[in-house]
């Protein structure tokens, strides 16, 4: 639960110094997000994942390799929440974005994407 301060003060750090549609802020959402999922409280993660994805898809390109940990983080909070239909997605996304970035490189983490489909 610490976590969850400590996070909330990093993004209200960021959020002064860079602004709320910079990647630095983006990250710092997604961290606060998966303290959140991490203690169970993944409905509270969801929205904050969305704003970091929402910021993240303009910051970069929609195959950057940055999106892949956020798509599967929020992947993640979609299906602990009951969409599972939107989770499997998301996660199909991130792997393509890997598959396009890395090709089968990598083999352990692309496996491990993977198995998220199942």
Known sequence: KDGIALGMHAANIRKTAFGTFH???????SVLGSCYHSIGRSYDALELLEEC?????????MSHANLIPNLMLYGSILRVTGNLHK???VYKRALTIHKKNFGDGNEKQRKGM?????
């Open 23 to 29: 990647p630095a802020y983006a990250h710092a959402l």
């Open 53 to 61: 994805l929402d910021i993240c898809e303009v910051a970069f390109s």
């Open 87 to 89: 989770s499997r997605s």
């Open 114 to 118: 993977e198995d998220q489909l199942l």
